[in-house]
């Protein structure tokens, strides 16, 4: 006869079996999927997608005697694995050429008995716009460099999926003249309202080294999306120096999406753009 199991036996396996089959349930850390990801036989680039779904925002601070030195990006951009290797790599350059400028700045000063001010680059990307094909960053660069005083700079760049490449938004036309000359005329006449808006009044002479309106192509171009989905607004960035002594400081020119502006565009982004016309 089958000896008959206690109750005091099989409880202790009904609650082993009860707790296994809850945390079946549980859903895998990212460390167990990304050690998934990389077993033999595991989908190609899957490594890469588990990297991407994690992502997070980069912010780098440092600070300290020699440099101050910071270097942001989005999430948005942190998830595109290609783009944020370049990032990374684009960070590190300039924070060794920051470093590679202050030591040299530093020992010259206190050679020459005078104290040093620390160097600094201070640069944040932000999300412009994310379209179904484009995310577009623009970047607003603080840097001091020992000087009277600080300057101010801009960047662009478009993370094309459809070709898995980073571009600058002048690679979306056929030709920096092409470019300029749609823009020129509205272009122009937002510097004279920026300028108004500062209260600069004067007309420059034609001769002057601020008077003439300077080619778009030349500035920094932003390109943004009112719907998510096209690429329909614009503005070009320009540094101090560009139209105006450095005390007027830097301006940024919205200028419309027009017919004309789309009409310079490559065949094979045309269908990525909304003229307001």
Request: hydrophobic letters at 45%.
């Amino acid at each position: 006869m089958t000896p008959l199991i206690s109750l005091r036996t099989i409880l202790p396996i009904l609650t082993a079996a009860a707790l296994l089959a809850g945390c079946s349930d549980d859903p895998p850390t990212p460390a167990e999927k990304a050690a998934a990801a990389v077993v033999p036989g595991a989908p190609p680039g899957g490594a890469a997608d588990v990297a991407a779904s994690n992502a997070t925002a980069s912010n780098v601070k440092e600070s300290n005697d020699l440099i101050e030195f910071v270097y942001t990006y989005p999430r948005e951009a942190a998830a595109i694995p290609d783009l944020a290797a370049w990032l990374a790599s684009d960070r590190a350059a300039k924070r060794d050429a920051l470093i590679a400028a202050a030591r040299r700045d530093k020992a010259a000063a206190e050679k020459a008995g005078f104290p040093y001010h620390a160097h600094s680059h201070l640069q944040t990307w932000q999300r412009m716009t994310n379209t179904p094909r484009f995310l577009s960053l623009s970047a607003e660069i603080q840097t001091y460099a020992g000087g009277a005083h600080g300057m101010t700079g801009f960047e662009t760049l478009l993370w094309d999926r459809n070709r898995a490449k980073r571009l600058k938004p002048l690679d979306l036309f056929t030709s920096g003249e092409a470019f300029d000359a749609a823009i020129r005329d509205r272009f122009c006449a937002g510097i004279k309202r920026a300028k108004a808006a500062k209260g600069i009044l004067r007309e420059e002479a034609p001769d002057s080294p601020f008077g003439q309106c300077p080619p778009a192509s030349a500035q920094t171009v932003w390109l943004g999306s009112s719907d998510g989905r096209y690429l329909d607004r614009m503005t070009i960035a320009i540094a101090p120096y560009e139209i105006g002594p450095f005390a007027e400081g830097s301006y940024r020119i919205n200028v419309p999406v027009t017919g004309a502006l789309v009409g310079a565009v490559k065949d094979e982004f045309k269908r990525d753009f909304l003229p307001i016309n």
